[in-house]
């Protein structure tokens, strides 16, 4: 099954002089399985998008589709729904409360009215499955660095063993190596289990690494929705909107442009070190 956008619009202060229109006849198919980054400069309502994928915001106008139902049906079940899509905020441990780990983590599926057992059986799964070493599920998430403290707010929305995880700025503010070890096991999820998951980031590197898809938002429309290659061989109408390529894509252009035949489509470290070799052999 899927999430499908049907000519979704939506209007923060609808009816009032301050009206803005957020989203703009947004069409989308998300199929199951997909790893997709959303895109966009600040206001281009990306963080908007997201947030009616689960319900939190209604449309003004259109539909959307959750496995087949409409979310927006008088008798569809909302908790439901956000049960099976899962949202992470933007510095989501400002949401910790609990007195540790385990029983913050332990939050979620317990407002599910499941048993003792199956709500610590799903906060383990879930703490083990961030990558978040035994020793520190009995310690006040306060105590915490703030990338282990990232891993716990997202264990929290796994233990709810949703379908769809939604990760809104899941490394804003880590440092280096925190944003790779947090994007490192969430595309090492993706891989293990299938589950399907939106990234909302506003680092072209992150994207390119690790989706397979990209959906560029720009003034509440898609700009922009294919591979990562696709995407950012629009490298220069990208720069026209505020946002660029990753690094790589300027190098190997720049590459070309001094005569060494690589490909310019290249998007990852990977990719780029693999034309160059490529390139000096032909040499």
């Known amino acids: 099954m899927s999430i499908i956008l049907d ?26 399985g997909q ?20 319900g939190l915001l209604k449309a003004t106008s ?15 079940d909302r908790k439901k729904l956000r049960s099976k899509v899962g949202l992470v905020f933007q510095y989501p441990e400002h949401q910790l409360f ?6 913050d983590v332990c939050f979620g599926p317990k407002n599910l009215g499941l048993d003792k ?3 610590e059986l799903r906060a383990y799964d879930a703490l083990r499955k961030v990558g978040l070493p035994d020793e520190l599920f009995y310690q006040s998430p306060f105590d915490l660095s ?9 264990a929290g929305v796994l233990a709810m063993k949703p379908e769809v995880l939604i990760l809104d700025e899941p490394t804003a503010g880590l440092d280096p190596r925190g944003r790779e070890e947090i994007l490192h096991q969430i595309k090492e999820l993706q891989m293990k289990t299938g589950m399907t998951i939106l990234l909302v980031s506003h680092s072209m590197e992150d994207v ?32 026209e909107v505020g946002l660029a390529a990753p690094q790589v894509t300027y190098i190997m252009h720049e590459l070309k442009d001094r005569g060494l035949d690589v490909d310019t ?17 032909r040499a």
């Open 98 to 103: 609990e007195i540790d780990v385990f029983t």
């Open 62 to 76: 259109g539909h959307i589709y959750f496995n087949g139902e409409d979310i927006y049906e008088k008798d569809y």
């Open 117 to 119: 057992k199956e709500v």
């Open 265 to 281: 489509d290249a998007t990852t470290i990977e990719e780029a070190a693999e034309t160059v070799l490529k390139a000096l052999h």
């Open 7 to 32: 000519h979704i619009n939506y209007i923060y202060g609808a009816d009032t002089p301050l009206a803005v229109k957020a989203l703009d006849d947004i069409c989308l198919q998300i199929p199951d």
């Open 146 to 154: 703030g990338g282990q403290k990232r891993r716990v707010a997202i």
């Open 35 to 54: 790893f997709v980054g959303i895109i966009g400069h600040t206001g281009s309502g990306k963080s908007t998008l997201v947030q009616h994928l689960n």
């Open 208 to 239: 390119a690494e690790y989706v397979n898809r990209i959906i560029v938002m720009n003034h509440g429309s898609v700009m922009y929705d294919g591979t990562p290659r696709e995407v950012f061989s629009h490298y220069k109408e990208l720069e």
